[in-house]
């Protein structure tokens, strides 16, 4: 990253004038007492604040992540241990003192820039959800704001020692008072800039991670739409001169794009809801049927599921045969436990005791194959209401009557 | 399910709510014999203005719209005796959006792929102030009142009575109001009035399954 790039973040420019104003400051204060020597010491303290202003901001980018959260915390540790070193050997000069004081005030306001920044995020987010989220909602908020408050006292902490530090130099003139009044300007200048200047930084980092994901999701979806929904679209207008097809094609998307977007088109047909609605799809597409298919959980393919499943499309081709253009419902609740799925029609119906002995559909592919695997199925018309066929496994949930 | 429209008299009028233009003038020219529609909106804050100025007897309101999405609008009318009935309609088929909308006031939900009869049956429905529940909108409700409450949550609002569940598991399967009553010996209204029992109880109750439905999609929205 380039000096004219940082120069562009306005948190990097506020770091940069804030320190340098500072360090003027104390120059012009210092020169006026101890003359050219002291005013150089102060002038090479110059290089800090800079320094200050350009690996904050670096050091924020590198430790954004979980972990480097954490390691924001060692910056205060490592400060207060320098300062103790220098607190107990110092004996003269106000460079290293200041020095760590600067560096003490730096971590502190990323202490709290960090802190804020998190709760700002928080809020953003809940002002975007509706007032029902907000309501219903569970999320883990910090009580305290124990980060900030470290920043606030280490700041504090940073103050006091520069004033130490710088103070015997000027015990006996009155720019003693003129300097604590410029440190401590300069420092509630830098809290007031700073902070939110490098929340808005860092949360124009995160806005940004979070353009680069939705457009690594857009190109995800693009290309499954091409792959999908545009082919199809293709085939619709190819065949646009027989309106069967058209709706056909547009129901069989409809279904695939829905088992896409509910994340079962991976699970493939290994379940006996993904099992169910392949065949349902299959009868649709060759029979010209339109079926409404609601199914509530789900259990592995077995044996006795791949019978149900069989046992489905022969009550489906039913419904398909004896109630054409008749909207059927299927309607089937699975768990480990069992399962039960239902067929209905609302065709003409028929009387079941009508219905000679010979049309072995119904009872072999039917009720034969569901006792095979030790299930039932049931039968249930009556002239003009319709047809349903329930088919039920093991202990079957809802089945509270036939 | 379309054992005729009950009570109520005149024309519905109607304010369609979604973002889709062409979705909206669609609906507009299939019910323009049935229906007044008296207004149209995008957004959640077009329909609360359009609504409020028009005040229909009835609202067809998506559940997925820029600014909020369909809930905003039912928040806004929430508890407002003189509000419309608001019947949602979506092409998502996913629990977790049609759930908090019945939730949160809408008497009814319907597939967009719903067929013109039944969405005219579904809209005198809901405009003479009884619930509609599409068969899928059954199942749903069925499975989040499926599981066993908590045993300190004991509450008649947090289950359902084995009438209202059987009432309901035939709604699923698609059989009609009046089909059910045969099936059960009861009358249709007696049907109607578990079915507006139920949505009652979705309405206030508190079960852990309904709510995990909202925190999961505040979840996914971040």
């Known amino acids: ?402 | 399910m379309s054992d005729g429209t009950a009570g109520g008299g005149g024309r519905p009028t109607l304010v369609i709510v979604d973002d889709h233009h062409l979705f909206r003038a669609g609906v507009r020219a299939e019910l323009a014999d049935a229906c007044a529609v008296v207004g149209e909106a995008a957004t959640p804050g077009e329909a609360i203005a359009v609504i409020s100025a028009a005040a229909p007897d009835v609202v067809l309101l998506d559940v997925h719209l820029p600014d909020g999405g369909g809930i905003a609008v039912l928040e806004a009318f929430r508890g407002r005796a003189d509000g419309p009935a608001f019947l949602a309609l979506s092409v998502s088929d996913a629990a977790e959006d049609v759930v908090p909308m019945v939730r949160a006031g809408a008497r009814g939900y319907v597939t967009k792929t719903i067929d013109t009869p039944a969405l005219l049956d579904a809209i005198a429905r809901v405009r003479d102030g009884e619930p509609y529940f599409s068969p899928r909108l059954a199942a749903f409700v069925l499975q989040a009142f499926s599981s066993p409450p908590a045993p300190a949550a004991d509450d008649e609002l947090d289950q359902l009575t084995p009438r209202e569940r059987e009432v309901l598991h035939h709604i699923a399967r698609g059989y009609a109001y009046k089909a059910i009553g045969a099936r059960l010996g009861i009358s249709p209204r007696t049907v109607e009035s578990h079915v507006g029992s139920v949505l009652r109880k979705l309405q206030l109750s508190s079960r852990h399954e309904l709510s995990h439905w909202a925190a999961k999609r505040g979840l996914v929205d971040r």
Request: hydrophobic share 55%.
């Open chain 1, 1 to 402: 990253m380039t000096l004219a790039s940082r120069w562009r973040d306005p948190a990097w420019r506020a770091t940069a004038l804030i320190g340098l104003a500072l360090l003027l400051a104390l120059v012009v204060a210092l020169a006026g007492r101890g003359g050219a020597r002291v005013a150089a010491v102060a002038l090479a303290g110059a290089v800090v604040p800079v320094a200050v202003a350009v690996l904050i901001p670096a050091a924020l980018r590198r430790l954004r992540g979980a972990e480097g959260r954490s390691l924001l915390l060692a910056i205060p540790v490592a400060a207060a241990a320098l300062l103790l070193l220098v607190v107990v050997s110092a004996d003269r000069g106000p460079l290293l003192p200041l020095t760590v004081a600067l560096l003490g005030a730096g971590a502190g306001v990323v202490l709290i820039g960090d802190e804020l920044r998190r709760r700002t995020a928080g809020a953003a987010a809940r002002a975007e959800r509706s007032p029902w989220q907000r309501m219903t909602a569970v999320e883990r908020v910090r009580a305290l704001p124990w980060q900030a408050a470290a920043g606030a006292l280490l700041i504090g902490w940073s103050t006091l020692l520069g004033l130490g530090a710088a103070g015997p130099y000027l015990a006996d003139t009155g720019l003693a008072l003129a300097l604590l009044v410029v440190l401590l300007i300069g420092m509630a200048g830098l809290v007031l800039v700073l902070v939110p200047l490098l929340v808005g930084a860092a949360a124009r980092g995160d806005r940004d991670r979070l353009l680069r994901a939705r457009e690594d999701e857009r190109l995800r979806v693009a290309a499954h739409l091409h792959d999908s929904v545009l082919q199809t679209l293709a085939l619709v207008q190819r065949q646009a001169g027989d309106p069967a097809a058209v709706a056909r094609l547009a129901r069989g998307q409809e279904r695939a794009l829905r088992a896409w977007m509910a994340g079962e088109a991976e699970l493939g047909a290994a379940t006996l809801a993904g099992a169910l609605h392949a065949t349902i799809e299959e009868v649709e597409q060759q029979q010209r049927l339109e079926a409404e298919v609601t199914v509530l959980g789900d259990r592995p393919l077995d044996e006795p599921g791949r019978a149900l499943v069989a046992a489905a499309r022969e009550a489906l081709r039913n419904a398909a045969r004896h109630a054409p253009g008749a909207p059927v419902v299927v309607f089937a609740e699975l768990s480990e436990r069992g399962a039960a799925v239902y067929v209905r029609d609302e065709g003409p119906g028929f009387d079941l005791a009508a219905v000679p002995s010979e049309r072995r559909g119904v009872r072999d592919a039917i009720v034969g194959r569901m006792a095979g695997v030790g299930g039932t199925a049931s039968v249930d018309s009556a002239a003009g209401e319709g047809t349903e066929v329930a088919l039920r496994l093991g202990d079957a949930i809802g089945g509270s009557e036939g």
